[in-house]
């Protein structure tokens, strides 16, 4: 995502563009494989980042709104969809986070198997710190807060709890796998070639 610092470019070059109202306007961002750099969250540039880097010529413009913004000598419709011009490799090891975890496990309890959004999941150890446990990918998995509460700090076997899947560390390109089967509520049409989803996308 870009960082505000744009290195390869001077920021004072840039064109002073005027603001295109009260629409928002992001740019979906493809790595150079033409693949979004991330599906959850997906990977989305505000349209002021997306023309910063098509200036710097950072990014190819594969697709524009219809909407255009105007600086004291230049007229540019905005981006759409833009591509990286350089590869960006995903990291190997996602980091351990608590959105991973879910993320991995599909934002479902894995005891009742519930599906629920990120803020009504918590975050357990299937061997209780109490009992020796670490907080670790192959000893965390998402848990509703009823599950939570019944399994408190007993082990798996004391209370006939056990994962619905074994836990351990994902790939990267299992977390983005996962992250497919949860689209935003509204996608733009001129993305829709770029993505892969298989639910309708909204125009």
């Not at 010529?57 to 540019?76: A, F, G, I, P, Q």
């Not at 009992?131 to 798996?156: F, H, I, M, Q, Y």
Request: hydrophobic share 35%; glycine share 6%; with cysteine.
């Amino acid at each position: 995502m870009p960082d505000g610092s744009y290195v390869g470019g001077d920021l004072s070059d840039l064109p002073a563009f005027g603001s295109p109202g009260s629409r928002s306007f992001p740019a979906l961002v493809l790595n150079a494989d033409f693949r979004p750099l991330s599906y959850f969250p997906l990977s989305i540039w505000s349209w002021q980042d997306a023309v910063k880097a098509v200036f710097l010529d950072r990014v190819s413009v594969l697709n524009e709104y219809e909407t255009e913004v105007h600086s004291t000598s230049l007229t540019m419709r905005l981006p759409s969809v833009i591509a990286l011009k350089e590869y960006i490799p995903a990291a190997r090891r996602p980091a351990f986070t608590r959105f991973n975890v879910f993320l991995r496990d599909r934002f479902s309890c894995q005891y009742c198997g519930a599906d629920r959004p990120a803020p009504d999941l918590t975050f357990d150890h299937v061997i209780p710190r109490s009992r020796g446990g670490r907080t670790t990918w192959e000893n965390v998995v998402a848990a509703c807060g009823p599950c939570n509460l019944r399994k408190g700090s007993k082990l798996p076997r004391e209370i006939a709890m056990h994962p619905r899947q074994v836990p351990r560390q994902p790939t990267s390109w299992e977390l983005q796998e996962n992250g497919r089967a949860f689209p935003p509520n509204h996608l733009h049409e001129s993305w829709r070639d770029y993505l892969y989803w298989d639910s309708e996308l909204e125009s």
